[in-house]
């Protein structure tokens, strides 16, 4: 489990980045619409935790095939 959480680790944390600096840009703007709960950390937190999730199931299925 450990092995396959760090092979998809790569993946989630650009999507955590590039979301937190995303959801800031749009914040700034003024557009705080489709943010969780008017944070954009927490935002980023779930798109970077859904990422791994889809990332830990595609590797995981990858290899037992």
Do not use: C, D, H
């Not at 600096?21 to 557009?31: L, N």
């Not at 779930?46 to 995981?60: E, R, S, T």
């Amino acid at each position: 489990m450990q092995q396959l959480v760090l092979q998809s680790l790569a993946p989630a944390l650009g999507v955590f980045i590039g979301a937190l600096i995303g959801f800031s840009v749009r914040r700034r703007r003024g557009k705080t619409g489709g943010l969780i709960e008017q944070s954009v950390f927490l935002t980023a937190s779930a798109a970077g935790g859904a990422a791994l999730l889809v990332a830990m199931g595609y590797n995981y299925f990858l290899r037992s095939m």
